[in-house]
């Protein structure tokens, strides 16, 4: 099983924990010494999800058109897509929730 968003799998591994390694630069905005940031973490993810959706919806054209005859493997890309789609949401969600709690604050 892939893990398109790169969330699964052992903590110290994910893709996200780069983003939140601390910045060694000065006040002049430098970027994160290493690795991605998570604007970079984020579009890379949402791209793997749109590219596993495009694959699903070709295979599912395939299918009809009887290019293919697994169905198997069109249900299998299909199921994929939805799960990443819906742990993309989530994680969405997930930023939502952070942002209006952010908002919140009393500064």
Known sequence: MSDPLGLIGSAGTTGIRP?????TGGAGGADAADGAS????LMKNIEQVNKLQQDAEK????LATGQ?????GV???KQKADMAFQLLVQ????MVDAFEEIKQMRV
């Open 68 to 72: 293919r005859n697994d169905l198997d």
């Open 59 to 62: 295979a599912i054209e395939d």
């Open 19 to 23: 983003a939140i390694a601390p910045r």
């Open 38 to 41: 998570f604007k970079d973490v």
């Open 75 to 77: 249900l299998i890309a």
């Open 91 to 94: 994680v969405r969600n997930k």
